[in-house]
C-alpha cells in the first residue's frame, strides 16, 4: 500500500485544516488507517485512526475537536481538524495497517509522507 498525505498548511489559533490520504497499491479497503503526528524535538504520537468497519478512535489531545473519516469508493481517508491550537503544530503522517484499530504505532507497516502543519497563535 502506498499513502499519499497532503492538505497541510499555516492556519491561525481557532481555524480549520483537511488533512488527506490517498492510498494506492493493495486494495485498502480492508485496512486501518491511522493519523500520527510528530512535533519538533518529540516522539510520533497517535493522533486517530480509522477501521474498515468506520469504526475511530483519537487521543485525548484532540477528541472533539479532530474528525477521521473515510471515502472507501476513492481510497482516501481524511482527517478533519478544527479548533486548531498552536500545541497542534506538526509534521501529519497518514498510516496503515492491516490488523484491527490501534493506537500504537509499531503495528502500523505502511506510512506516507508527513504534511506539515503550522498552527499561529
Known amino acids: 500500500v502506498q499513502l499519499q498525505a497532503s492538505g497541510g498548511g499555516l492556519v491561525q489559533a481557532g481555524g480549520s485544516l483537511r488533512l488527506s490520504c490517498a492510498a494506492s497499491?493493495?486494495?485498502?479497503?480492508?485496512?486501518?488507517f491511522g493519523w500520527f503526528r510528530q512535533s519538533q524535538g518529540k516522539e510520533r504520537e497517535f493522533v486517530a485512526a480509522?477501521?474498515?468497519?468506520?469504526?475511530?478512535t483519537y487521543s485525548d489531545s484532540v477528541k472533539g475537536r479532530f474528525t477521521v473519516s473515510r471515502d472507501n469508493a476513492k481510497n482516501t481517508v481524511y482527517l478533519q481538524m478544527n479548533s486548531l491550537k498552536p500545541e497542534d503544530t506538526a509534521v501529519y503522517y497518514c498510516?496503515?495497517?492491516?490488523?484491527?484499530?490501534?493506537?500504537?504505532?509499531?503495528?502500523?507497516?505502511?506510512w506516507g509522507q508527513g504534511t506539515q502543519v503550522t498552527v499561529s497563535s
Open positions: 480509522i477501521h474498515w468497519s468506520a469504526r475511530t
Open positions: 498510516a496503515a495497517n492491516d490488523g484491527g484499530l490501534s493506537t500504537v504505532l509499531r503495528t502500523y507497516h505502511y
Open positions: 497499491g493493495r486494495t485498502p479497503g480492508g485496512y486501518t
